[in-house]
């Protein structure tokens, strides 16, 4: 019976690793906080990223290749933060309606406004190394449809960082470390197979042809 169920659930099973590698990668592209300061400074892996990418692009022109990819990454998360303060999810008198030319022309700016609160943090090596470490490992956990090691060891590098500074790491951040483990348990038990009933409870001693019980 076991046997006989097992391709039942294989197409239950790659949902639920596909949910398992997807839900990290919204996490960063959304811009979601995976910890808050004591200030109440958020941090997100991406917005990191992009801080420190405006940086290095100080100077180039809106056209650079580099700048148009930068905005593509940020507009989701700027466009969901947008949206919940204007019309029509704000049903405030007056709200805004969402300016999607004005999201993309400003989206670099609009996604290190928060950045500041933590850049005078300890060991900054750590978020920037962890913070791309993250964004690489989730998309390649979710092209090779397995964890890659590089998600681990950013999600592991953000955490020291958040230890030795004192930040309240989020939900966000739990399951960013919750699902990948998951995943790799349900993978190790997978790739050792269905017992077969047969094989596992032995086979019985035949008795002697001529002899009666």
């Not at 998309?139 to 955490?159: E, Q």
């Amino acid at each position: 019976d076991r046997l006989e169920t097992c391709p039942r659930r294989l197409p239950f099973l790659g949902k639920m690793r596909l949910v398992r590698m997807l839900v990290p990668v919204v996490f960063f592209l959304t811009q979601s906080p995976l910890a808050y300061s004591s200030t109440g400074g958020a941090i997100s892996p991406l917005q990191v990223i992009v801080s420190y990418l405006k940086e290095e692009m100080k100077g180039q022109p809106q056209s650079h290749g580099l700048m148009k990819v930068t905005r593509a990454a940020v507009f989701p998360g700027n466009l969901i933060r947008a949206a919940l303060v204007s019309a029509p999810f704000n049903t405030t008198s007056g709200a805004p309606k969402i300016d999607v030319a004005d999201l993309w022309e400003r989206g670099i700016d609009l996604a290190t406004q928060r950045t500041a609160s933590y850049k005078a943090a300890q060991h900054h090596e750590l978020l920037l190394t962890g913070s791309f470490c993250c964004i690489i490992g989730a998309l390649l956990s979710l092209a090779l449809f397995r964890v890659h090691v590089l998600l681990l060891f950013g999600v592991a590098m953000l955490g020291s960082f958040f230890g030795l500074n004192g930040l309240t790491p989020t939900v966000q951040y739990a399951l960013c470390i919750a699902l990948p483990v998951w995943q790799m348990t349900s993978s190790s038990s997978s790739k050792q197979g269905p017992v077969n009933p047969k094989l596992a409870g032995g086979h019985k001693a035949k008795t002697p042809a001529g002899k009666a019980d």
